[in-house]
């Protein structure tokens, strides 16, 4: 199957093979073709380049894009997708002045999502994560990672990377799957946090390994959660079983939780609304890709991450969705591109590298996904007729997209 896309009014983040993510200066540059053709073959992209220059080709379908502009899916490195139910009383009680902590103190947050999920058949949590999945989709995500951590018990979280499993055998987008057992104490083990950490190392793991039902490990590093030494024994544990760890951390405060995830040479470092000249100087010699969320800082009302501080320090910065039923009941990531250009005053070439290469490279996907380049997967967004691709964060509610094409077909 051979699709020839011809009169592309802007053909986006065109890039030789090799280039794995960018950083500082380089995110500010989105290479970009005008006036561009763009020929998938099958699932990958065969050729592409300046219209003037397109061969006459035997083709099965020509799509003319006048006046649209052509980019790679998006790269959503981190959500929560898989999850029971919804947690909209606390929305309203956020509303009415309660905040994400005092709420969580209540037995609410993570733990109320635990205890919808354990009561949820695996059967009801598929059917509910498909459809988050397929809506993710629809808005233009072709790339996904997605955690467990809703579970919380060996049955729970094996029920959750099981579907996740699941939706990756059904769905044709990559889909990268994350084992965050580590997300909260449960009740029980409030008071002993040894217990549950034994459970994970010496139950969870051993078998989540046995399935082979996750490639990463996630710790919830944070105040009231686990401690930098827990979250340490945990990514040792992990390791063993050649899990990489990509980490929550300075979503609330910032405790040295980014020099651990450093030292277990972690893929990506995740939220960092608070983030030290010290962190920042620790990520510099890493290659651990910083992650921000601003649709959960959105959200919540919480500070964003500073991405012009990290930029300007030279640092790579990808961006994420977070889709979770507590702090971003969404996957919209031209929303997430959006608010980090209203929010976060990344420019939208910026916003834009950070939600492709530099997402992918968060999943170990950058050989395959997040630029426009020979031999990557054929899974592309074709706007809507706008001006020039600055419309998308611009016109931020608007959904502009046209049609979105995974492995060379159309959604
Ligand atoms: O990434 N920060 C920790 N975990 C999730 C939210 C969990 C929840 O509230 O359900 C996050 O924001
Ligand atoms: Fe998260």
Not at 14 to 20: K, L
Not at 24 to 50: Q, R, V, W
Not at 355 to 378: D, E, P, V
Request: with cysteine; glycine share 6%.
């Amino acid at each position: 199957m051979k699709t020839l896309f011809i009169n592309i009014q802007e053909l986006l983040q065109v890039r030789d093979a090799g280039i794995q993510k960018v950083s500082g200066a380089e995110m500010a540059h989105l290479p970009t073709i005008k006036n561009a053709y763009l020929l998938l073959e099958n699932d990958l992209i065969s050729d592409f380049g300046k219209m003037e220059n397109c061969p006459k080709l035997e083709v099965d379908k020509t799509i003319d894009a006048t006046g649209k502009v052509v980019l790679p899916t998006w790269c959503d490195s981190h959500t929560h997708i898989v999850y029971a139910g919804t947690r909209v009383q606390e929305f309203v009680d956020r509303i009415q002045g309660l905040s994400y902590e005092e709420i969580a103190n209540r037995g609410g947050g993570i733990l109320n999502s635990a205890a919808r999920l354990n009561e949820t058949s695996e059967e009801k949590l598929y059917e509910e994560s498909r459809m988050r999945l397929e809506e993710v989709m629809q808005q233009g995500t072709g790339a996904v990672e997605i955690k467990s951590g809703y579970g919380l018990t060996v049955e729970g979280e094996l029920k959750m990377l099981r579907v996740i499993k699941k939706l990756s055998e059904n769905y044709p987008i990559s889909i990268k799957a994350t084992f965050l057992g580590a997300h909260a104490f449960p009740k029980a083990f409030r008071e002993n946090h040894a217990d549950y950490i034994a459970l994970l190392i010496d139950e969870m793991l051993p078998r989540i390994a046995k399935e082979n039902l996750a490639e990463y490990i996630d710790v919830f590093c944070e105040t009231g959660y686990f401690s930098v030494d827990e979250t340490e024994r945990i990514l040792e544990a992990g390791k063993k079983y050649g899990l990489l760890p990509k980490i929550h951390v300075n979503q609330f405060t910032a405790i040295n939780g980014i020099a651990a995830g450093v030292k277990y040479n972690a893929l990506s470092v995740d939220h960092l609304e608070l983030v030290t000249d010290d962190d920042i100087e620790i990520l510099k010699n890493s290659h651990t890709m910083p992650v921000a969320l601003p649709s959960c800082s959105y959200f919540i009302s919480i500070p964003y991450t500073p991405a012009r501080k990290m930029i300007e320090a030279g640092l790579p910065l990808a961006l994420a969705s977070d889709f979770n039923p507590g702090t971003t009941p969404s996957g919209n990531m031209n929303f997430v591109v959006a608010t980090a250009c209203i929010k976060m005053k990344m420019t939208p070439e910026e916003a834009i590298n950070a939600a492709t290469l530099n997402g992918a490279y968060a999943m170990g996907l950058s050989h395959s996904h997040g630029s426009i380049t020979i031999g990557k997967k054929a899974n592309i967004i074709l706007t809507k007729i706008i001006p020039s691709f600055y419309q998308l964060p611009y016109a931020f509610a608007t959904n502009l997209i046209e049609q979105v094409y995974i492995n060379g077909k159309p959604l």
